[in-house]
């Protein structure tokens, strides 16, 4: 039972990183239909930002976070208008754009920062240990899954509880009429991929003291993403949740039987075989509101 209960608390450990890294891409990709590529980019960012301010400015990684969650929504906000606004009808395009931005990026950094691996220090007051279902577990990692969590309320609550996340439905719904009455839909998605962007510069902030910090770390990132979205149900942030924990758990149970490397390739043919017969994901609405 100890056994279980480890698994049980590392696959929850798995489904907070997880569900942050998945969040700003479930309210990009699932309000605007953006597949946006550059989104593991978003994420390295916001693991490098952490170190700039650790090494440059002295910041702890608490501190730093507001901080780095502004810069890269700002960045995020120039992509939006500068390139993404052009090519919202167009698919196809949009994933070559993000592509392309994201490489853009990633050079960018390795130019400016080099391409060795940086490392961040998680915070000295969660340098601990605490007992989680008789596990004993990082203190940090509980503190990712708290704010994770909270992320997640706050992106419902703007999404459900807002004048700005009522014209997002709205447009969503049918962005003509949206107009009609009034509702500037560019200013209303130029917000949601900036809010989209910052939040995966946060969970960049938030991985970088568990990963190494690297230009191309955000790639594996993307794809972790992109499974939970897709099997969550596109539209649904509930769903995003609950594929986040389940994705999370397996991963863990895989893991502890075989190794990481088996326990990634059978997750992902499990998604594979999913999305194959039910291909609106497992959590989906009846209607679009």
């Not at 309320?153 to 969503?172: H, M």
């Not at 986040?244 to 758990?249: C, V």
């Amino acid at each position: 039972m100890l056994d279980i209960a480890a698994q049980f608390v590392t696959g929850l450990s798995i489904a907070s990183i997880l569900l942050m890294v998945a969040l700003g891409l479930a309210v990009i990709y699932g309000t605007t239909g953006v597949i946006n590529l550059a989104h593991g980019e978003f994420v390295m960012l916001g693991a490098y930002g952490a170190w700039f301010a650790q090494t440059f400015l002295g910041l702890g990684l608490i501190a730093s976070m507001p901080l780095v969650f502004v810069a890269v929504a700002l960045l995020g906000l120039l992509t939006e208008r500068s390139v993404i606004r052009w090519l919202y009808a167009r698919p196809l395009d949009t994933i070559l754009a993000t592509w392309g931005v994201g490489v853009v990026l990633q050079q960018a950094v390795r130019l400016s920062a080099g391409g060795e691996l940086r490392y961040v220090a998680a915070p000295h007051i969660l340098d601990v240990s605490l007992d989680l279902l008789g596990v004993s577990v990082s203190a940090y990692r509980v503190f990712v899954l708290v704010v994770a969590l909270a992320a997640f309320a706050a992106t419902w609550a703007i999404i459900y509880r807002t004048a700005l996340g009522l014209r997002l439905r709205a447009i969503t719904q049918n962005r003509e009429v949206a107009q009609a009455f009034g509702v500037n839909a560019d200013r209303v998605y130029s917000l949601t991929f900036a809010y989209g962007a910052g939040l995966a510069g946060l969970a960049g902030a938030l991985v970088a003291p568990l990963k190494s910090v690297a230009p191309e770390m955000g790639t594996a990132y993307v794809v972790d993403a992109f499974m939970v979205v897709v099997l969550g149900g596109v539209q649904s942030l509930f769903g995003t949740v609950a594929s986040s924990g389940l994705l999370g758990e397996l991963s863990g149970f895989i893991a502890y039987l075989s190794n990481d490397t088996i326990a990634k390739a059978v997750v992902l043919l499990a998604v594979v075989v999913l999305i194959r017969f039910r291909p609106q994901g497992l959590f989906t609405r009846r209607g679009r509101a």
